[in-house]
């Protein structure tokens, strides 16, 4: 009995059907609003860019969950009885198919370097798909057409990579267990050489790198909790206070929450919580040491940190600017000279042409008699 089988036939249901047409695959969703009796666990034929697929229903969404607002294909059925043996009895053809092709590819030439890892028919058999894997792109027009005067499925020659090849063959991983692409993976997501450094793990090439040739999938399972862990721990070579007394980083453990310090050529390891920041503990006890502005540079513990000295310019202050005989300021103007020599200057201007006065008849008559 399968976990479907044990469901609760009442079990709710939505608008939206995650369906899978592999054991192990991604989910694509439908549109199920028409069928209000479909429930997960059941298989139904729905329409895809590859023709008609069988696949089974794997959860139900409500159109709110979704979130994406989008539109979907509609469910073209349910599967019935006769679909599931069609599709097993063109399930037990697949081998047969891909030793044919094999046999072909041969005879052709030019597939030297390539190589073809499955058959896979549709459930009612309109179209064969053969799966393959090579380093370079290659040209299978030839092969494909001898392919199809042999068949009277429409015939798809499709080539995949390397980790698509190690999960349909299979197989044990380095850890002593199934593959993971093999037995829950459903998409591969990119995996760096960033992921393993963060982890602490060796760089050798036979210690990174999984049965498909490319970086093991599981460096990526528990990056996340190294990175948050080790925002929070010292890094190496960073002089740290410890119970034991002053020393130096020379490991991180992040997930031990831990650090191994030397302290006069003996190695501890110190949690987190033991660990006193040297630097930062100097550069506040400099900063409470120092005076502030409202105390000048007596101590204090306000708190408010020394302002730093004002560069000296080329004005005088209020002190040092010169003064008058009599006590007043000396005002400048924009020239540079005395406001007062501008003044006196003013007056002297002004003076001729405020105190010329019209010259009176009378007087002027007698001037040029005396002249």
């Known amino acids: 009995m399968t976990i479907y089988e044990e469901m609760d036939a009442s079990t709710p249901t939505g608008s939206i059907a995650g369906v899978r047409f592999y054991e192990i695959g991604k989910l694509y969703h439908f549109s199920c609003e028409h069928l209000p009796e479909l429930r997960?666990?059941?298989?139904?034929?729905?329409?895809?860019?590859?023709?008609?697929?069988?696949?089974?229903?794997?959860?139900?969404?409500?159109?709110?969950?979704?979130?994406?607002?989008?539109?979907?294909?509609?469910?073209?059925?349910?599967?019935?009885?006769?679909?599931?043996?069609?599709?097993?009895?063109?399930?037990?053809?697949?081998?047969?198919?891909?030793?044919?092709?094999?046999?072909?590819?041969?005879?052709?030439?030019?597939?030297?370097?390539?190589?073809?890892?499955?058959?896979?028919?549709?459930?009612?058999?309109?179209?064969?798909?053969?799966?393959?894997?090579?380093?370079?792109?290659?040209?299978?027009?030839?092969?494909?057409?001898?392919?199809?005067?042999?068949?009277?499925?429409?015939?798809?020659?499709?080539?995949?990579?390397?980790?698509?090849?190690?999960?349909v063959l299979g197989g044990m991983g380095a850890c002593g267990i199934t593959r993971c692409c093999s037995t829950f993976l459903t998409d591969f997501s990119p995996i760096s050489i960033k992921m393993a450094k963060a982890q602490g793990v060796s760089l050798n090439p036979s210690e990174i790198t999984g049965m498909c040739g490319r970086l093991r999938c599981c460096l990526l399972y528990e990056y996340e909790q190294y990175v948050e862990a080790r925002k929070h721990l010292p890094k190496r070579n960073k002089r740290i206070g410890t119970p034991h007394g002053e020393g130096r980083v020379i490991d991180v453990l992040p997930l031990s929450d831990a650090v191994v310090v030397i302290v006069d050529d003996t190695r501890h390891t110190v949690m987190r919580e033991d660990i006193i920041p040297l630097e930062e503990w100097e550069a506040l006890k400099a900063k409470a040491e120092s005076g502030c502005s409202k105390h000048g540079g007596e101590a204090c513990d306000c708190g408010a940190r020394q302002p730093e000295a004002e560069t000296s310019t080329d004005e005088p202050s209020a002190e040092e600017k010169p003064r008058q005989p009599d006590g007043k300021k000396v005002i400048k103007g924009k020239s540079g000279k005395s406001g007062r020599s501008r003044q006196r200057r003013g007056r002297r201007r002004g003076g001729k042409r405020r105190g010329s006065k019209k010259p009176n008849p009378s007087q002027g008559g007698q001037k040029d008699s005396d002249g």
Request: charged residues 30%; contains cysteine; hydrophobic residues 35%.
């Open 40 to 167: 997960v666990g059941d298989y139904v034929i729905v329409e895809t860019t590859r023709g008609r697929q069988l696949g089974q229903v794997m959860n139900m969404l409500d159109p709110d969950e979704d979130g994406e607002g989008r539109e979907y294909k509609p469910i073209l059925r349910l599967a019935t009885p006769t679909d599931m043996m069609s599709q097993k009895l063109w399930k037990s053809r697949e081998v047969e198919a891909l030793i044919s092709c094999r046999e072909k590819a041969a005879a052709t030439g030019g597939f030297e370097n390539v190589k073809f890892v499955e058959a896979q028919y549709n459930f009612d058999g309109t179209l064969l798909a053969i799966l393959f894997s090579a380093e370079e792109k290659v040209n299978t027009s030839r092969l494909r057409s001898r392919l199809q005067r042999s068949y009277k499925a429409k015939v798809e020659l499709r080539q995949i990579g390397p980790r698509d090849v190690a999960k």
